[in-house]
């Protein structure tokens, strides 16, 4: 067993700074069991404020602040409210991104990848509680995803499949069904999203979906707490923990890296079927 340590990331959503049920303790506590965790990098996938109002923005962003490793954040639905986006932009950069963790070449054998490639979607539109992402962003999605020796994961506010526990689906974004096929076929390893603040983790044609809990928020469905996730990434397996807010971790999924190269070879929609259903390849 390699003494290595495997490469970790933290995904978190749902701060909601300016709601009712925003709760600074919790997010102060998230950030230090976080630091304590001492990921690679810290992902988050929307929602830090309730109206998209400069002083809730700047309010997350003290917060965010404190996180010690390199951070990488996309607007929520609620973000984008009252031209919320331009607030972001201002304070977090493009809402479009690829960021690259390169490893050493020591963590990058023991790990068996060259790095993580994490590409960072904004499903968010003004007012709106719907999500896209929109065929005009394939083509850049297909040149950011085209790091075949790297573990790939794509962020995202808006799910991708429905959430079991979370009420009505209505966040699951509207070109959905062709953007699982294109992230399918550009062999991504993870998705991550946030919203509706309940955790739950999917599997589908080798892809494991990762949705978060409420990072900063008691506004939790059931019995439902307060939680983030942290990934870990071996050369065996990646590994989800939830993490809460007493500093305590529940393992809740694991995915065989080796069984998602089996899971992709064991199913295949054929280019001709695309062709003959005029629907898009790739």
């Avoid at 929109?134 to 297909?142: D, I, N, Q, S």
């Avoid at 089996?262 to 695309?274: C, K, N, P, Q």
Wanted: proline fraction near 5%; glycine fraction near 8%.
């Amino acid at each position: 067993m390699s003494d290595v340590e495997p490469v970790r990331l933290a995904h978190l959503s749902c701060i909601h700074c300016g709601a009712a049920q925003f709760d600074a303790d919790l997010v102060s506590a998230t950030v230090a069991n976080i630091n304590r965790s001492r990921p690679d990098l810290v992902l988050v996938a929307g929602n830090l404020t309730e109206h998209g109002y400069e002083w809730e923005y700047e309010e997350a962003q003290g917060y965010l602040d404190q996180i010690e490793a390199p951070l990488i954040v996309v607007p929520g639905s609620d973000d984008s409210r009252n031209v919320g986006f331009v607030h972001y932009e201002h304070l977090f950069g493009d809402r479009y991104r690829a960021h690259r963790l390169e490893l050493p070449n020591a963590r990058s054998r023991a790990i068996d990848t060259d790095g993580v490639t994490v590409v960072a979607l904004d499903s968010s539109e003004p007012d709106l509680a719907d999500g896209r992402i929109g065929r005009e962003w394939y083509p850049w999605l297909r040149e950011r995803l085209d790091a075949p020796t790297d573990v790939k994961v794509v962020l995202l506010h808006h799910h991708v499949v429905a959430i079991p526990g979370a009420g009505r689906e209505a966040t699951v974004i509207q070109d959905a069904g062709d953007m699982l096929a294109l992230l399918s076929e550009l062999a991504v390893d993870v998705i991550l999203t946030g919203s509706r603040h309940v955790p739950f983790f999917w599997g589908l044609n080798g892809i494991l979906i990762c949705n978060s809990g409420a990072a900063g928020s008691r506004a939790v469905r059931g019995t439902v707490p307060p939680s983030w996730n942290e990934l870990e990434i071996d050369a065996e397996r990646i590994r989800i923990h939830l993490h809460y807010e007493d500093g305590s971790r529940q393992l809740a999924a694991v995915r065989s890296r080796a069984k998602r190269l089996l899971a992709r070879a064991g199913f295949s929609v054929t280019d001709e079927f695309f062709a003959s259903n005029h629907l898009p390849v790739g």
